[in-house]
């Protein structure tokens, strides 16, 4: 079966990916007259409490959204791609943005007048709707990390995020799906509210048994249905059925 077809049809819940892509929305109403900018990676757009000039638009390329605690620790809230604009909110309440943006991978971005774009929402319906529908991923998106955060362990979390970047950004191959992105230990943790040595053990226990691999700095998922039995058991039966490491063995490093 193919990886869509048997991704679509597995039992969980409506579970939305943070990474965000909106290729198939026409944004041209915002961009018509507007040139991309590039931004060299780990470029910071706008920070926390930062009231900016500009709402932005993802034309390629990969920006992260994330806010920071007075101690310094991150928390990710989603990663715009191709299509996802950021920093609306704040245009919208005419507050200063709540989030950190900073730049992934070189990217290309259109920064669009907030007046451009509240004058756009005004006049083209089309456009509004699609604002709305983006906004509707992340409110959806933001919910179901309050729901992760507050009732699904570690493994699950780590199980839902791998099969989400699968389904985006898996490229068949013969042992499995290659993850096309490089992320770190420490990005995923950041991302689904986990601290780094958790999902380092978690995916050296997966990579002792069989379940993923790694080759020049790229994932494979070599077994998607171990994946999807974690996620999709009752969380009751999921705490008798396994030990405290539900992939684990005899290897010593499992344990």
């Known amino acids: 079966m193919d990886i869509l077809d048997y991704l679509s049809n597995m ?3 409506a579970e939305y990916s943070p990474w965000v892509e909106k290729g198939e929305f026409d944004w ?8 991309p900018k590039r931004f060299k990676k780990n470029k910071i757009i706008y920070q926390q409490q930062e009231d900016t000039q500009y709402v932005y638009l993802v034309e390629s390329g990969r920006v992260r959204l994330s806010v920071y605690s ?3 620790e991150e928390k990710s809230l989603f990663i715009a791609e191709k299509g996802c604009l950021f920093g609306e909110i704040s245009c919208l309440d005419s507050i200063p943005n709540f ?3 900073t730049v992934i991978v070189d990217s290309l971005i259109y920064a669009i007048p907030k007046q451009v774009f509240m004058d756009t929402l005004r006049q083209n319906h089309m456009c509004a709707l699609n604002v709305i529908s983006l906004l ?3 409110i959806r998106i933001l919910s179901t990390q309050i729901k992760q955060l507050s009732f699904d362990d570690s493994y699950y979390r780590v199980c839902n995020a ?3 970047l699968t389904k985006q950004f898996g490229v068949k191959i013969d042992n499995g799906y290659r993850l096309s992105i490089k992320f770190t230990h420490q990005e995923m943790a950041n991302l689904i509210g986990l601290n780094r040595v958790t999902v380092t053990n978690i ?3 997966m990579t002792n048994k069989d379940i993923l691999a790694k080759d020049n700095g790229y994932y494979i998922i070599k077994d998607m249905d171990k994946l999807h039995d974690y996620i999709t058991a009752n969380p009751k039966i999921r705490r008798q059925t396994f030990d405290a490491n539900p ?9």
């Open 11 to 13: 039992e969980i819940d």
């Open 28 to 35: 041209s109403c915002f961009t018509s007259d507007i040139k």
């Open 70 to 72: 007075v101690d310094g």
């Open 99 to 101: 989030a950190n943006a």
């Open 136 to 138: 509707n991923r992340k």
């Open 162 to 164: 791998l099969i989400h």
């Open 203 to 205: 995916f050296i226990s």
């Open 247 to 255: 992939f684990a063995g005899n290897d010593k490093s499992d344990r």
